[in-house]
């Protein structure tokens, strides 16, 4: 949390192999991702081994990797029986983290609704027992626009 809070003032250099993260702060101001560039080779041989070429170039935008895990089992020439396993688990674990991820944003629908349902029941009472006059009246709309504006705009980034 101290790292969002500095995150407009401090030049701050982070690495992760964490995609939630990086794709969490990409969206604020100031954060820029990035990676380094590497190239997968396939060697033709007897254990279909694989190896890995570090360009040193950084390239915009997040490394594209679905499962960081299996690329290094797989750079780690482990056998078989295990590589069909890990993969097995990791979509399992992938299917997981949709199934939460749409959640998420299930719940945010709600919230969403249930907000604009309260923001209706605010102006019907402001309609149907306001005494005020026209600058009060103003003022106290503004405050429920604000109020629902922040509200709104938290169910937007809590599914982001």
Known sequence: MLLLNRLSTA????TTHFH???????????VVRMHLRVQDNKVEDENNAFSTTFQYKIDEGPAIIDHYGLELAKLASLPEAVMVRAKDVAMSLSEL????????????????????????????HIIQHSKMDNDALAESLRTV??????????TFHACA
């Open 11 to 14: 030049f701050v250099f982070f």
């Open 20 to 30: 939630d993260l990086a794709t969490t702060l990409g969206s604020l101001p100031g």
């Open 97 to 124: 983290e949709q199934k939460g991820r749409d959640s998420t944003a299930s719940q945010a629908l709600v919230n969403r609704r249930k907000l604009l349902f309260e923001l209706r029941d605010k102006l019907r």
């Open 145 to 154: 626009q604000r109020e629902s504006l922040v509200e709104l705009q938290k």
